[in-house]
């Protein structure tokens, strides 16, 4: 489906651009005295103070100037920069929120986003916060690992997806369908990475009900249709037109496995996407929206609770330090899926959507609800 | 009472004529409730009250579809409507002697409310000037305003149709919220028989007094309706209808676009605010756009970042949106939030009962929610999940005329 597509394009592109993270819970009152007040002028990078404990620290920056800004935070040496702020409309302001240690460090404001700009210095006295960038090396192992992970299930998937093609298009439809929710499941692991690519998606997995006047259908969905067939009013494919779909599925998902093989991934996309997944339990396979002819949902929702569970395990060491009550929830958080999950499945196989009860299904809405509320805290710890 | 006569003011300057005062209470509203506004509209002059009027606080949004009823009978339910709008508008349901032995013609329940700034607006579906199957039903098919046809299918759209389409529709807006109810209520009331109701759509709003002339926030916290129109120009060239093509009765009219926008709170509530704002292209909190500048500053999208990417995203609400990308042209916005219980998953049932006024459809509107289907980054949290389209006659002239009087002159 197309939904996410847009989104974790964006994030994307945003966030590369800056490695400090935007706190909407950063109001004053809750990083008590540890908040400066950071002015970019046309004329000056001004502070509220020029010393601070350590600690977590918020920015509350504004751009006075007429022109777009960008903060830079640099460490002793003037050189390694420690964070940054940048795209920051006139008269716009944000509040940045990032852990600092005990040191000097440079401000530097740059109205314009060219030459020098304005600079301050910060004095940061003695306080709890760790010394910067003391998990950039765990951080940059886990986003290795997890790049590892995402070409694996792209190679797999298109080894079933192939599997499946063969099967749909030689008229083999029970085996078809018995293959089709597992085959799935390698898209569904790493599904937001897959919507990144906005032109692959909407052909490999949009919906029936996801499309507009006039527009073609392709993709798994379409397929699904087909071999789990409305019994009124639906007329069946071709023989031919089998085969296109088929050969479209297998085309797309091994263009899809030769571009995440060049993919680099960030801790804070790692995150986001978990998150993503949550969403997309949420919003499209706890209603069984995603698969309304199969009714295969709960093999999605497995997968996609994996997959996200796969990030959380990634980034697990630097949690479990950072914010360990976070770490405790969302273990439990995943735990309490699981079991529910455990209970609608047997062996390989999980209970068709339509015959689960409302109970059942406001249960597992209330379980991702608990785990997706902690989970979307994990980007600002990891970034932080 | 400054607060009241500016509103009263306000009103004047917008609508088709307030009238200020608690004229025809039987107690005097001051000693029943100080709070109560005591705003009057009158439903009488050129153009309909309720679409330029600041927006009040609530909103009871009614479609109505008829029974199988004659011509005449039309003409008739819709002269009840025109008298009893007009009486609940005036404060003056309640004026008539009252046979004990009857039931009450006044329900009762807003005797307390004052004026509350109710207006009442009436609009006609499609399907009022031929079914579906192309039937004429009260011979009204030739009179059919040129833009009056259903929204197309749009990507993700998740139509219910008990909560979409409608011969008539009625939108009640009031600062107090059991004067709206009420006056539905008894227009209900006048309908048994002729016209049964099809759906009904709650919306509150509550969080700025129409007077204070800024802009409503939405469910996600965002500003909704900075872009509207301003001013008597803009607004005739947007949304009022004159001297064009159309059936003389839409002459001083509009079209009113309905869609019922149920908005994924659970979900949005768990995205970074970085991310929120990406999404509209606006700051939240100021509602400035992310090029810079304060509310109303028109945003600029070919500012960019170092690295060549617009600071207001290409698919965020705004880009898409904006009129400036649209020919120039704009709608006027009138939304209201709603709550509507659990969905089915147990999360709230919440959203927007998106509302805007135009003067053509296929100009002014459709482009932009065609747009916006395709690629607004919004569409993630949210679901269209009702739609309707009415057209809007031109206002009764006095108490010799009704609404809709225009369908009955051929």
Known sequence: MLKTSQRFSISIVIALSSVLVLSSCAKRIESGANVIELESSSSACKTSTDTISAGSITFSITNTSNKVTEVYLFASDKKSIVSEAENIGPSISRDLVFELSEGTYYIQCIPGMKGDGFSTTLEVTPGSASKAGAY??????????????????????????????????????????????????????????????????????????????????????????????????????????????????????????????????????????????????????????EEIWSGTDLYDFQANIEGAEKVYELLKSVVAKKDPALSKKLERGFANVYSLLDAQRSGTAFTHYSQLSQKEILEMAAAVDALAEPLSHLTSVVVG | MTEVSRRVFLGGLTAAGAVAGSSGFLLGAGSDSAQATQTRYSIYGEKQVGIT??????????????????????????????????????????DVPQNYEAPPRDTGEALLAGGSALTITIGFGPSLFSTAEGDDRFGFASLTPLELRQLPQLARDAIRDEESFGDICLQICGDNSIAVFHAGRNLIREAFGSATLRWSHSGFNGAV?????????????????????????????????????????????????MRKIKMHLDTWDRSPLREQEAIFGRSRDAGAPLSGGHEHSAPDFALASKDGTPLIPKDSHLAIAHSSRHGGKKMLRRGY????????????????????????????????????????????????????VFAIPRAPRDEYDFIGSGLFES
């Open chain 1, 136 to 289: 950039q090396d765990e951080l940059d192992q886990a986003a290795a690992y997890y790049k590892e992970f995402v070409i694996n299930q792209a190679t797999l998937l298109l080894q079933e997806t192939k599997k499946f093609a063969t099967l749909y298009s030689s008229g083999k439809e029970a085996a078809a369908r018995a293959l089709y929710p597992h085959a799935r499941m390698y898209w569904e692991r790493i599904e937001p990475v897959a919507e990144s690519f906005g032109d692959l998606d909407p052909i490999l997995d949009l919906r029936e009900a996801d499309l507009e006047e006039g527009q073609s259908w392709t993709g798994w969905h379409l397929i699904e249709k087909d071999l789990w067939a409305p019994t009124k009013g639906y007329q069946a494919l071709t023989k031919k037109e089998r085969t296109a779909a088929s050969n479209m599925l297998v085309e797309k998902t091994s263009e899809l496995l030769t571009r995440v093989k060049s993919l680099e991934y960030k801790p804070f996309q790692m995150s986001n996407g978990a998150k993503e997944l949550l969403d997309e339990v949420a919003t499209g396979k706890v209603t069984g929206e």
């Open chain 2, 209 to 257: 007094p129409a007077s204070k002339a800024l802009t409503a926030r939405n469910l996600f916290g965002f500003k909704d309706g900075t872009a509207n129109p301003i001013g008597d120009d803009d607004l005739e060239e947007n949304i009022w209808i004159s001297g064009s093509s159309e059936p003389p009765f839409m002459n001083g009219g509009s079209y009113l676009a």
């Open chain 2, 53 to 94: 009027t600041p927006a009040q606080n609530h909103l009871y949004l009614l479609a109505f579809d008829l029974a199988d009823i004659t011509r005449s009978e039309v003409k008739d339910l819709l002269k009840r409507w025109t008298i009893t709008a007009s009486a609940l508008m005036a404060g003056t349901l309640n």
């Open chain 2, 337 to 388: 939030s709603y709550e509507n219980g659990l969905d089915k998953v147990g999360n709230i049932e919440a959203g927007l009962i998106f509302i805007a006024y135009v003067n053509s459809l296929n100009v002014n509107f459709i482009p932009v929610l065609e747009a916006l289907a395709k690629s607004d980054a919004l569409n993630e949290y949210i679901s269209h999940v009702g739609t309707a």
